[in-house]
């Protein structure tokens, strides 16, 4: 039997899952046999007895890690949460950004606070994001701007091309203009 390479690729990779089991299991070992024997609720010593009833002091039963295939990571957690002084429980959400990724709105020059942005602008911000710019000279360029490309002074959606910057878009409803950012890319620009 010939093996295309899908199929090669295929056994390449249960191979190297198959090492990396095998080196996790033997030769990283992942903590003692008698520590993953048994695991106590936290706060309480487990009574271990030859007649196998096992209890806590606390008067609950030990539950043993065959039923509880997750014992060495909850114990790996409580020593981290130990360590940074968090309250396992109690933390906020994991997949939430830091608050120091979003600077504070810059203040102007002279020191007082920058403009309020009307509810109109601030609606068009949070339904269209500028994607890409290219300028051509200093008063041509065009924007793209929730996949759709305008150029300076078109429309779109009611708002007038004004300018294209380097890194944004002026856009102006006739009373009030306003700019739309690129994002920034990865975390190195979070920085």
């Known amino acids: 039997m010939k093996w295309n390479k899908q199929q090669k690729i295929a056994v390449g990779l249960l191979g190297v899952a198959v090492a ?3 080196g996790d299991r033997f030769v990283l070992g992942g903590g003692s046999a008698e520590e993953d024997l048994l695991i106590a609720p936290t706060g ?6 030859s007649a196998g009833g096992s209890r806590t002091q606390s008067g609950g039963p030990v539950i043993a890690s065959a039923s509880l295939p997750m ?3 909850a114990r790996k957690m409580e020593e ?12 906020g959400d994991a997949f939430a950004p830091p608050p120091q990724w979003f600077p504070e709105a810059p203040a102007l020059a002279d020191g ?3 403009p309020v942005v009307s509810s109109r602008a601030a609606e068009f911000r949070s339904k269209y994001k500028l994607t890409a710019v290219m300028r051509s000279g200093a008063t041509q360029g065009l924007a793209v701007i929730h996949g759709d490309t305008v150029r300076v002074g078109e429309s779109f959606k009611g ?13 102006t409803d006739g009373t009030e203009d306003f700019e739309l950012e690129l994002p920034d890319v990865g975390l190195a620009a979070a920085r």
């Not at 309480?44 to 007895?49: D, I, K, Q, Y």
């Not at 981290?80 to 933390?91: F, M, Q, R, T």
């Not at 004004?162 to 856009?171: C, F, I, N, Q, T």
């Open 20 to 22: 990396a089991f095998l």
């Open 159 to 171: 708002f007038k091309v004004k300018a294209v910057r380097d890194r944004s878009v002026l856009l």
């Open 80 to 91: 981290i949460c130990a360590a940074e002084g968090l309250k396992p429980g109690h933390s």
């Open 71 to 73: 014992a060495a990571l």
């Open 44 to 49: 309480s010593t487990a009574l271990v007895g």
């Open 112 to 114: 007082t606070a920058a």
